[in-house]
């Protein structure tokens, strides 16, 4: 009966769609309904998984990585195959599957930790390898802040590839809470770096723990032989050469005496060790720059110059190229060194980590000082088109821009980039800052402002930024309450700088408020130069916001109005006017307020000259104070009348009535 009814209701359905083939199909033709349904849902999965839609960078960060639902996939099947590939000892594949997974996610954090301890768990990765794995450890850290855990990794990898002032830099902040292995790490860095004295401290402090260490036992044993005294440095200088006659160490002490010899400024010394290194064939870029500079510092310029221009080699990293481009600029072979950029540059620095970010500096840098402004155009344009490098840099390169245009004279386009450039923002805080400075100093406070304002959890506790914020909002003269509150942190970082005291002084005075605290600041600034017109001005402005407008009189006519000139010669006039209503001058107060100019003025400073317009009396009319400066000034000449007995016997009540 159940077979007859569906029959009958297959049949009644046929005669219903019969003009509708493909509805029929569907209702009557199940494996036709199942290929449909298939195929609807393959292109819904494909619509929900192939667009690039999940961000996964935080916020503030640049670039922004988007993934797919396919890469998430992708990256978690690359992941599980990496990692038994580790387990299998197969080191270099595993390192490949790990690169092939951030490759779909660039921002997976857990992803990079584990690649990044898999490059320090290899014994010698190769060179594209490291420079993967430097440009990712940088990368780690803007991701994450510089968590703790991430620092102290981060600062394993530059220490295995050698960088390191990077490592110095990270572990240096962090010296009393490191691991054994961190500790390691900072020990060489601090060697590496120069920094004998301190690796001598920190040696005192943890050597114990490293005393079977050959590697660091090593440094220890340099460092003796250069610095110690008696008999712990002939045998330390013993140990040192017995370690040269040593395959295995013979390059590492060769290289530890380099530095010892740097120290001491031994450039025989120096160059007997880098001779043994390139009969090795093992010496490096940086052990011929330091002989380059060191003979520089000795006073042998035209020998450096004459190695320098002779080394052809080319740089393999971006590290390599910004070190030997900042050795050229020091021997003064700044045409070599932009040859080398323009070279090298794109390809080499195409990266988003500091050391890039670092070269592309300098070329700026190098380009401003030679004036070539046709040349820092060209290439802030060629930097805007690297995939990488472009993006982490979209900003900067914008402001390149417009330094140029600026610089040619064409104002207006170049107040549009960089208004641009403020939007984009800046890799890192060091780059901002100076980009502000230079915006201040080219008259544009206001996208200074732009650019700085983002900045002010992250440069909290530097008083560089609230100087430069300081100036912005003083330039701005906008918001006199946002220039009290950056001049008074300034301050409390800085209350001994003079340049904290007399910004908040002045602050002070413009907001009219705390008249006692300004004018104790402002007789500090004086006392420490009593020889500045802007001192003494400011310091008699805050006499006047106390109402001691004789004091501040004197002091104000010690001021010689054609040494003062734009902003200050309206402030200039405000204090006048404020000691001349104050002893009911009112003649000359409305010739002070015809000298300011508005423009010149916060807000607040224009509202009170205009209150004080509105205050003053009509013209001929005396006020109450001028009033009994006349009959104070009567009542003595009566006293003296009297004193001296004068025949005619006036009195004081005439004296009065005169």
Known sequence: MDSTRERNWKHAWARRLANHTLLRMLVLNFWFRLVVILFVLGGLGLAVGLPKMWRTTPDGIRPIVKVSLID??????????????????????????????????????????????????????????????????????????????????????????????????????????????????????????????????????????????????????????GFGVGAKAVEARERLRAARNDLKSRNLALRLELIVCREKQDAEGFAAALQELEAGNAARLDDRIDYWLLLKNLGKLDEAKKLADSYTAQPRTALDLGRLVEAYGDLGLTGRAIALLERYAPDLANADAPWAWDVWSNYAGLLIESRDWNALKAMALRLRMLPRAGQSLAGFSCFLEGRALYSLNQKVEALDVFRTAAKLGFPDASFAMRAAIDLLRMGYPDVAWDVLRPLEKTLATNVDYWFAMSDAAQMLKRDAAALLRVTTRAYELQPNSFRATYNYASALVINRQKAAEAAKLTLTVLSRD???????????????????YAEADEILKSVPVSKVAGAAMSFYFCTALEIHMGLGDFDRARADIENIDPQHLFPTQAAWVERMRRQLPARGRRGASARNRVRVRFFSIGLRLLRFRVEDQISVRVAFSH
């Open 530 to 548: 009593t020889n500045s017109i802007s001192s003494r001005l400011l310091h008699s402005a805050a006499l006047a916001l106390n109402r001691r």
């Open 72 to 225: 998430l996939v992708q990256v978690r099947v690359l992941r599980n195959s990496a990692r038994k590939l580790a387990a299998q000892g197969k080191e270099l594949e595993a390192l490949r599957a790990w690169r092939s997974a951030l490759a779909n996610n660039q921002a997976d954090t857990a992803v990079l930790r584990e690649y990044l301890h898999q490059v320090i768990a290899t014994g010698e990765p190769d060179h594209v390898t490291a420079f993967e794995a430097l440009n990712s450890a940088a990368w780690l850290l803007r991701l994450t802040g510089t968590n703790r855990v991430d620092v102290g990794l981060v600062a394993r990898v530059f220490g295995k590839f050698g960088v390191y002032g990077e490592a110095c830099r990270l572990l240096g902040q962090l010296e009393n809470e490191l691991s054994p292995e961190e500790q390691a790490v900072y020990l060489a860095a601090l060697f590496r770096t120069g920094r004998l004295q301190e690796f001598g401290e920190h040696w005192e402090r943890w050597g114990d723990k490293f005393a079977g260490d050959h590697v660091l036992s090593l440094y220890r044993t340099a460092y003796l032989a």
